[in-house]
């Protein structure tokens, strides 16, 4: 049954458009040829956005859309029933292309970042239109991913701030000095971070141990850290408090969008009242689900 409560905005400020190419086979160097082939409106706010309307939340996506293929990509977010607001940009949504070789149950992902940057005057609009949007009686901001070219250091801060001086709940999936940025202060900060090991260490380069980091850095800004490690354990530091979710081993099909599919997850899970923990299972539990799909960020049976 679809929750009618206002419940989720996700914001992302790179999306993409997702090309799955499907090989028997598949050769550096050579000539391969595939007959099997599928297009997704990605980017992780996007995949988000989809895992958490096929888990029956009403949930909303922000985000920019470059002009020359700004059509095509909303038309892809409307087929999969997507609450969509777009921001117009010069030039074209990024292309991200995904080659599954079957042979070796490999997944090689090619990213084309577009040359055009968005402009100050694009990130007034996107500003403004998110101004709009927390007006909404919405529950939670999930703001993941890059920033594309152009975006000043300020956009990311300013979502942070407008979000929890508006009560909302705030999770974070982002890395470097976006995320450092965003701890402004004890309270106005995201509640939940859920970004992978490296990131942390890449945005934390202080620590060289994972779990003295979250444990020093939630404790330092009243948070929670979710830290991903791939095959291994999830980590888990509520405000100083420390834990971790077993991960659950499969042959995945195709593992993009499975971050995205946790983060979901988890989102809902913290929405309905579930301890940190349990939040977590369940995020874990839509990755596996997202990893034998052929779709980034889907949850239903192909």
Not at 89 to 111: D, P, Q
Not at 252 to 275: F, Y
């Amino acid at each position: 049954m679809h929750n009618s409560q206002p419940g989720f905005l996700t914001v992302g400020l790179s999306p993409a458009i997702q090309k799955t190419v499907v090989f028997d086979t598949l050769y550096e160097g050579e000539v391969n040829r595939s007959e099997q082939y599928y297009l997704d409106a990605a980017g992780k706010a996007v995949n988000v956005c989809r895992v958490l309307t096929q888990a029956g939340e009403e949930a909303s996506c922000l985000t920019i859309a470059g002009k020359e293929n700004r059509v095509l990509f909303e038309d892809l977010c409307s087929r999969d029933f997507l609450h969509l607001s777009t921001v117009e940009t010069a030039g074209r949504v990024r292309t991200c292309t995904t080659l599954l070789n079957m042979e070796n149950n490999s997944c090689t992902e090619l990213v084309v970042n577009e040359p055009e940057e968005v402009s100050p005057e694009e990130e007034e609009v996107l500003k403004k239109s998110f101004l709009r949007r927390m007006k909404e009686d919405f529950r939670c901001l999930i703001i993941s991913g890059s920033r594309a070219r152009g975006f000043s250091g300020e956009i990311i801060p300013f979502l942070v701030r407008t979000a929890k001086e508006k009560g909302l709940t705030v999770i974070a999936d982002y890395r470097g000095t976006d995320l450092l940025g965003s701890f402004i202060s004890r309270k106005i900060r995201p509640d939940y971070i859920k970004i992978n090991e490296q990131e942390f260490f890449q945005t934390f380069p202080e620590y060289s141990d994972i779990s003295r980091g979250i444990k020093e850095v939630s404790e330092k800004y009243d948070c929670s850290f979710i830290i991903s490690r791939g095959a291994l354990s999830t980590l888990i530091a509520e405000r100083g408090a420390l834990s971790e979710v077993d991960s659950k081993l499969i042959d995945a099909v195709n593992p993009i969008g499975c971050g995205d599919s946790m983060t979901a997850g988890m989102a809902q899970g913290i929405l309905e009242g579930l301890s940190l923990r349990e939040a977590v299972e369940r995020g874990r539990d839509y990755a596996t689900r997202n990893a034998l799909s052929i779709h980034p960020g889907w949850i239903l049976e192909d």
